[in-house]
């Protein structure tokens, strides 16, 4: 399956089903482990790299994410002003928890009816969580793992017969509880230099900056030509 011609071009249009974000090393992750990503309703591109490479070779593609610099603050005021209600599972037990604690004091009427680490002792705590969830019904459901942990998350989720509206975030949970708002600086944020900030908060990142990023540049450049190639013979 080529996972750019699942990408979408657009941004989203209010809250509905299940969405989650692709930069140069989940996408990778994504080849390898073979993620039904066609499960989800749609993918957006969570980098300005990944953005430029793929415009270059003719992918229509514009950044979102799901944080402070993107759509985050746009989903929690929703999420507020209609009144319904919000599960979150990701990060450590005392990260999820201070996230929570920043979410409640920056947004006092948002209804979270519960609230899970993404770190599972074993598959029968997963399948727990995935059971409450089901059993909660929340009308949205916020999962931070990672790639691809938090999409094979959601699927499973999906397949135990929840329906609602879905978002991953990646590390956005642990961002937010240890810096307690926006994450990236703004001089950061606006010369797309977010990439180089977090490596300077969290230098473990290094070889997914030097090494997997151009790893997945080549593989993008592929399937972005291959998915050309194919959608000019598709229009003959």
């Not at 514009?62 to 002003?81: G, H, K, P, T």
């Not at 938090?150 to 999906?158: A, K, R």
């Not at 972005?224 to 959608?231: G, K, Q, W």
Request: hydrophobic share 45%; charged share 20%; aromatic share 12%.
């Amino acid at each position: 399956m080529n996972i750019l011609g699942l990408v979408s071009a657009v941004k989203l249009d209010g809250a509905m089903g299940c969405t989650t974000f692709l930069n140069h090393y989940s996408y990778l992750v994504h080849k390898r482990c073979g993620t039904r990503l066609d499960a989800f309703d749609a993918i957006h591109v969570d980098g300005i790299a990944m953005v430029w490479l793929l415009r270059a070779f003719g992918v229509r593609a514009s950044r979102l994410s799901f944080d402070y610099s993107s759509i985050a603050d746009a989903v929690f005021q929703w999420l507020e002003m209609n009144r319904k209600t919000l599960f979150i599972a990701g990060a450590q037990q005392g990260e999820i928890v201070s996230f929570v604690t920043c979410l409640r004091d920056r947004y006092p009427a948002i209804s979270i009816v519960g609230f899970e680490s993404g770190h599972f002792e074993s598959d029968t705590n997963r399948a727990n969580c995935i059971a409450k969830i089901v059993d909660l019904k929340p009308d949205v459901l916020l999962v931070g793992m990672g790639a691809p942990l938090q999409e094979d998350f959601i699927i499973d989720v999906l397949d135990k017969g929840w329906s609602g509206v879905a978002y991953t975030c990646g590390g956005f949970i642990h961002q937010t509880a240890a810096k307690g708002g926006k994450y990236y600086p703004p001089i950061f944020d606006r010369l797309h230099l977010r990439w180089l900030y977090r490596l300077i908060d969290e230098p473990k990142l290094w070889k997914r900056y030097f090494i997997s990023y151009p790893v997945a540049s080549a593989h993008l450049i592929k399937d972005a030509i291959v998915l050309r190639v194919f959608s000019a013979r598709r229009y003959r």
